[in-house]
């Protein structure tokens, strides 16, 4: 038991980076648009976040730098895709690689700086046994990943915003036809999802690891798209993932711990072959991705 709390605490907080930045892409696809550039965003985002944190001191204002960084960066994806009708996916590709360059470049007089680690615990709670250490003694921003995906499920399915969102997703032709401006909810569709991205790679500089590190995001954008399509675009399931490939992931560090004589590359490569795994029994059923697959994914609208 008192190796089991810390691995569920570790692997929450693990997956809390994949389950804000999977919450992002998955509004993004709900409207109808698939952003492949979460990778750059979250590495822009998390020397962003980083860099404001070493100049002010304070934490709060190193996560609303990165959720700014890439709001940016999103809204300049929406004007490439949205308005100029550019491939989305050969831009998200040139975003990524766009965000993982200049991310390096700001990020060089940041190498080697480190921040604190302050220990939080809830009161009360963080003294009971066994809970206490899995579940109570996390980052704030670990139970704000949480309300933010029961609120996205809220306003997916229990709000009128919610419906004309899906609508668009499904079938952006008839939701022009009644009305509904398709650019501009598609473009608040993705300024959400940059600042979830920006939210998560700011997480990883700050609190997860709190230093900068060229590259630190290491895959964990292409596992948050993964992750929609594993969740089958559903915010309760996203969350179920992101602690699963987050499990994954500190099982990596746990294992050589635990004993079991297993190199530590082929360690480092579970949570990416986990995710290959899981897209390819999903892609065995493509009746069920279609069902849950938004229409129009992927496709640019002309009004």
């Given at each position: 038991m008192d190796t089991i709390a810390p691995l569920i605490a570790a692997s929450i907080n693990a997956g809390t980076p994949l389950l804000l930045a999977a919450l992002g892409l998955l509004i993004n696809e709900k409207s109808g648009v698939v952003n492949l550039g979460a990778e750059g965003m979250m590495l822009v985002a998390a020397v962003i976040g980083f860099a404001a944190t070493v100049t002010t001191g304070s934490v709060t204002v190193g996560f609303v730098a990165g959720a700014l960084a890439g709001m940016v960066?999103?809204?300049?994806?929406?004007?490439?895709?949205?308005?100029?009708?550019?491939?989305?996916y050969a831009t998200g590709l040139a975003l990524a690689l766009f965000g993982s360059g200049v991310s390096a470049y700001i990020g060089i007089d940041y190498v080697g700086k480190g921040l604190e680690n302050p220990k939080f615990a809830v009161p009360l709670l963080s003294d009971l046994p066994f809970l206490g250490t899995a579940l109570f003694r996390q980052h704030p921003m670990v139970y704000l990943a949480v309300v933010l995906c029961l609120a996205v499920g809220w306003f997916l399915y229990r709000t009128r915003a919610g419906l004309v969102l899906r609508a668009v997703g499904e079938s952006p032709s008839s939701a022009h036809a009644l009305g509904y401006n398709?650019?501009?909810i598609r473009l608040a569709a993705l300024l959400f999802g940059g600042a979830c991205c920006g939210l998560a790679g700011a997480f990883l500089s700050l609190v997860y690891t709190p230093q900068w590190v060229e590259g630190m995001v290491a895959g964990r954008g292409w596992i948050a798209l993964a992750l929609t399509t594993f969740a089958t675009w559903r915010p309760l399931r996203v969350l179920a993932g992101a602690y699963l490939f987050g499990g994954v992931t500190i099982l990596t560090f746990y294992a050589q711990g635990f004993g079991i004589a297993v190199d530590s590359q082929l360690l480092a490569m579970l949570p990416y072959l986990a995710t290959i795994v899981v897209l390819v029994l999903i892609s065995t059923n493509a009746n069920w991705i279609k069902l849950n697959m938004p229409a129009s994914l992927g496709k640019n609208f002309r009004p």
């Open positions: 960066l999103a809204g300049f994806y929406a004007l490439l895709t949205v308005w100029l009708g550019t491939n989305q398709v650019r501009v």
